[in-house]
């Protein structure tokens, strides 16, 4: 088998496990691999090859870290702000710690704005930041 076909099956194989993956660094590396098989077309050694697809290999981690954080996700807003939870206890009244009961189960809850809550009343989420949900009396606008 030639050697550029050898190049040209692996930087196919890496692209589709790309595909499955979504970290973009399998495509750099398949993209290299792409960088060998044409190397290795023009008739070119063996290390002239490994060196060319190393040579991209490297340059694409390099260009993929820099480029990361462009390449994610702007926030979006909760799907669960503006909606509507009970007050179950505080945790801690001075912190605004709070336990409230959202989707039947118990949520730990910071409570801003008015603190004099009653069991049973209900807040309206603002913001979800991990597990904790940031909760208030007004509905968010």
Not at 32 to 61: D, H
Not at 134 to 139: C, G, L
Request: proline content about 2%; some cysteine.
């Amino acid at each position: 088998m030639e050697t550029y076909l050898i190049w040209l099956v692996a930087g196919f194989v890496l692209v589709i496990a790309e595909l499955v993956t979504g970290t973009f660094f399998l495509l750099v590396l398949g993209i290299a691999a792409f960088a060998g098989s044409a190397t290795a077309w023009f008739g070119l050694g063996f290390w002239a090859e490994a060196l060319c697809a190393a040579a991209v290999a490297v340059a694409g981690v390099f260009w993929v870290r820099q480029n990361r954080k462009k390449m994610q996700r702007p926030d979006m807003a909760s799907l669960d702000v503006g909606q509507a939870v009970v007050f179950d206890t505080w945790v801690s009244r001075e912190q605004g710690a709070a336990r409230v009961t959202y989707r039947n189960t118990q949520w730990d809850a910071e409570v801003s704005g008015e603190r004099e809550l009653d069991p049973g009343q209900a807040l309206f989420i603002h913001a979800v930041e991990g597990s904790t949900l940031k909760v208030a009396k007004t509905k968010p606008a």
